[in-house]
């Protein structure tokens, strides 16, 4: 018998789980997802634009996993500073794999950055996508213009979600009070800034490509900011999604200000998404105590991939700034943590500690290799995690744990909500879209998700 926590139900955490029922020698072996949230999939559920259907129907996948017999989800119990201790959860579990992601925006460290009206994108994406936690809901109100800092997949996504009209959005699973914040929002322009060229952009070219088929907006690119480029002049150099990402900024800036029109000539709504770069910011400027703009200043290739300033500012105006400059993982009481890497220290998914293996400690996903990647990077890390605990597990189901993990906890006073009482709130969102009128529509608070629940 060998029973294992697997910390986090997002991708990460599932293929962990999945790995290692699948890898297993030992019959008895047996899986709990634990997760802070009574609702399972992670960055599946609380990341992945709404409009993006096809990458949101992993979840089918993810939930074949999670109905297996030798694994069980179990949500609503938080591992961390106001719930369970590292050191408990070993009492409960032979093994513990933490798949907790990176759950912190980076900062800018530029003044102004904390102006109301500034916020960072993964605020902005909880918003849209029903995250009990997420407190903010005055995102557009008032604003005309948006400035999104970072050229990375974030910065894409919710520049679209911000160009999309209320139509495109209808069909997709956006609570309805953000539904109906972003049916009324005036922003008519959104700029999607990079501080370096559009051969080192993060973004990749399918979702890039997308922000040319928005039906509300056109796309305009100042064909200035790409004659800094140095990989423009022998693009067929870089790396393949590199070279077709210059490709796609090339036609647009070529097209002018027809880019992203539709071929029947529909008007965009007046929407603009403009894509810049070589501008980084320097500060997010206020007027009346709040955002009015930013001033980037213009940056020129530094010979080593870099950029340096020159010294020459521009301001865009914003009333609304979303900080999209990726991901850092958050130190987790009681586990090791390397704050310049933002990543629990690991060989082979073994955590470290003081550079030795910790006996039934494991990392998997963003927490052992950073917030990079798309979510299929997630199996093969999963893999070797898996791979290392199951290797441990003659001396790791010699450990002695508690003989119920589940009653437990109860006992220690958490109200786990288990598979059922997920299947539960699935049915409360259909429910509460087929009264709106609408598909599935998610349940955007705690209550009402525990709620939800409990009618199972
Ligand atoms: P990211 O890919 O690391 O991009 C971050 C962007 O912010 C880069 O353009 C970076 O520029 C810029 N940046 C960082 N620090 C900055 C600063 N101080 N000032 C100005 N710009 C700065 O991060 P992400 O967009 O958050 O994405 C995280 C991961 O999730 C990625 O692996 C991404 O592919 C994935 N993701 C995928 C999808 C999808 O597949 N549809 C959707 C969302 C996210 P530099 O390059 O110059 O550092």
Redesign the pocket.
């Known amino acids: 018998m060998l029973r294992v926590a697997v910390v986090g139900s997002g991708p990460s955490g599932v293929y962990t789980a999945q790995s290692l029922v699948e890898q297993s020698a030992v019959p008895g072996i047996q899986v709990h997802v634990l997760d802070r949230l009574p609702c399972p999939y992670g960055?599946v559920r609380y990341?992945?634009?709404p409009d993006?259907e096809k990458?949101k129907s992993l979840q089918s996948n993810l939930r074949t996993v999670l109905e297996h017999e030798r694994i069980g989800f179990v949500g609503n119990v938080e591992v961390g500073p106001h719930g369970l201790t590292p050191e408990r959860l070993l009492e409960l579990y032979h093994a513990v794999v933490y798949c907790v992601g990176a759950a912190r925006?980076?900062?800018?460290?530029?003044p102004g950055e904390d102006l109301p009206g500034s916020f960072s994108?993964?605020d902005f994406v909880s918003w849209y996508s029903a995250h009990p936690d997420a407190a903010e809901d005055g995102f557009v109100l008032g604003a005309r213009s948006a400035v999104v800092?970072?050229?990375?997949?974030?910065?894409?996504?919710v520049a679209r979600i911000l160009a999309r009209g209320p139509r495109e959005l209808y069909p997709t699973d956006v609570p309805q009070a953000a539904l109906g914040a972003l049916a009324a929002s005036r922003v008519r322009e959104v700029h999607m800034?990079?501080?370096?060229g559009p051969s080192?952009?993060?973004?990749?070219t399918?979702?890039l490509r997308e922000l040319g088929s928005l039906p509300c907006a056109r796309v305009l690119v100042d064909p200035a900011d790409l004659a800094l480029d140095p990989a423009f002049a022998a693009p067929e150099e870089l790396p393949a999604v590199n070279r077709r990402n210059v490709e796609v900024v090339r036609g647009w800036a070529a097209a002018g200000a027809g880019a992203g029109r539709e071929p029947d000539g529909r008007e965009p709504d007046g929407r603009t998404i403009r894509v810049r770069f070589f501008l980084?910011?320097v500060e997010v400027l206020a007027e009346h105590g709040r955002v009015a703009g930013v001033r980037f200043e213009r940056t020129v290739p530094d010979g080593t991939g870099?950029?340096r300033g020159t010294g020459t500012y521009e301001d865009i105006e914003a009333q609304l700034v979303l900080?999209?400059?990726?991901?850092r993982g958050v130190p987790m009481a009681g586990l090791p943590f390397d704050p310049a890497q933002g990543t629990v220290p690991h060989a082979a998914g073994r955590v470290l500690r003081d550079g030795a293996p910790s006996a039934g400690e494991y990392v998997a996903g963003?927490i052992k290799r950073g917030?990079?990647?798309?979510?299929g990077?997630n199996r093969p890390c999963a893999k070797e995690t898996a791979g290392s605990l199951l290797a441990d597990a003659p001396a790791l189901a010699r450990r002695v744990v508690a003989a119920d993990p589940l009653a437990t906890l109860r006992a220690w006073g958490h109200e786990p909500v288990e598979w059922k009482g997920w299947l539960a709130i699935e049915q409360a969102e259909a429910a509460l879209g087929h009264s709106l009128g609408r598909g599935s529509v998610k349940i955007a608070d705690w209550q009402g998700l525990l709620a939800a629940a409990q009618r199972r």
């Open positions: 960055l990341g992945v634009a993006h990458i925006d980076r900062r800018l460290c530029v994108a993964t800092i970072g050229v990375g997949n974030v910065a894409v996504d800034v990079g501080r370096r080192q952009a993060k973004f990749t399918k979702e980084r910011p870099g950029v900080r999209a400059v990726g991901y963003w917030p990079t990647g798309v979510i990077t």
